[in-house]
């Protein structure tokens, strides 16, 4: 492989594969292509080898809003003194099995 | 000719073309342009080679002498070899490959298709697995060369040269002879040179949005069914072959 790849014309995909039916998306990586149809096909090629998925989305890289690192204590810090949030109050009966 | 012949003569040739395009196609791993297609090549690659095993051990039971899929890949000499001219044509650059395989998964996805419906019941089975595979060579291909045709001036440039130098080998996909006669005969094989329309139909739409056009061929070239090959042929076999002929019976 060539030592600089073009990611001028070949920008970044997000992959999202499906690994059943009634199961969500999930992320497992990026691709980079040309095109919308192209970036499938790469995803196909490098993250469905070994029978991972049943469907695939790809997604531009810049079109995702990610939450800023830096606002980390202010987003995430004060759900950890709620715990009343968790479900770990309930007796479960025996009949539900688990959740 | 008997169908028995005829049989393995056409496994042979089957297998010899997924073989050589394989091991061609597997030339490009570790020197794609990029990451993604250097996994996709050969994804590609084993998908033929995979087709050839199943075809190589089907034909050493049809002619029943005790050879194998080994035997008949690595023990053979040019001469031996049955494959299309076209899947022995050298890698050349991206455009070269990706032309290559287009022509080749064009034909053989019909041709897979109608081997379904084969009387001979190992064939159809093979042809059920293949036929998805070479579905998304076309795919493939055909989506880089819409994009190398119809991009920049030097991609446009070498997918014109790829066709112009490739397209003298297209009519050997479609000939017939004793061998396909008697399959068709037999309701064993398809007929090669019924399925030129749908290929016709297949490049033509790839061509149309690729900005290209197919060549008025007025000598193609043809022999690899009966073992006349190029050179590069015998220098393919000597690296896929090495390791046989220089440990006979080698195996791991």
Not at chain 2, 52 to 78: F, H, I, N, S
Not at chain 2, 177 to 200: H, K, M, Q, Y
Request: with cysteine.
């Amino acid at each position: 492989m060539t030592a600089e790849a073009p990611t001028k014309d070949t920008p970044l995909w997000e992959v999202f594969i499906r690994p059943r039916n009634g199961l969500a998306h999930r992320h497992c990586g990026s691709v980079h292509a040309a095109d919308e149809v192209l970036a499938l096909q790469a995803a196909r090629d490098v993250y469905t080898r070994r029978g991972e998925g049943v469907s695939i989305w790809v997604v531009p890289s810049n079109a995702i809003t990610a939450s800023d690192p830096l606002n980390k204590d202010e987003n995430f810090e004060p759900t950890a003194s709620k715990i009343y949030r968790h479900p770990t109050f309930y007796e479960i009966p025996e009949e539900v099995g688990n959740m | 000719m008997q169908t028995r012949d005829a049989l393995l003569e056409l496994l042979l040739r089957l297998g010899d073309d997924c073989l050589i395009l394989g091991h061609r196609v597997s030339e490009w791993c570790g020197h794609a342009p990029i990451l993604e297609e250097d996994m996709a090549l050969p994804n590609m690659g084993l998908d033929l080679i995979g087709q050839a095993r199943t075809l190589y051990t089907y034909a050493g039971e049809v002619e029943g002498k005790g050879r194998g899929e080994d035997d008949l890949a690595y023990l053979r000499t040019d001469r031996e070899y049955r494959n299309l001219l076209l899947v022995e044509r050298p890698n050349g650059d991206f455009a070269h490959t990706m032309l290559r395989q287009l022509y080749f998964a064009a034909f053989m996805e019909p041709y897979w298709r109608k081997m379904c419906a084969s009387k001979d019941e190992t064939l159809a089975g093979i042809a059920g697995k293949a036929v998805k595979e070479m579905a998304y060579h076309i795919r493939h291909a055909g989506e880089w060369v819409i994009r190398m045709g119809d991009g920049t001036e030097e991609s446009a440039r070498r997918m014109a040269d790829a066709v112009d130098a490739l397209s003298i080998y297209i009519d050997e996909l479609f000939q017939t002879d004793d061998v396909t006669d008697t399959l068709v005969a037999a309701g064993i094989a398809p007929d090669p040179s019924g399925l030129r329309a749908e290929w016709d139909r297949t490049i033509d739409m790839v061509f149309t949005e690729a900005r290209l056009k197919l060549p008025d061929v007025s000598y193609p070239q043809t022999g690899g069914r009966s073992g006349l090959h190029g050179e590069e042929l015998g220098h393919l076999l000597s690296e896929l072959q090495y390791m046989q002929r220089t440990y006979p019976g080698m195996k791991w």
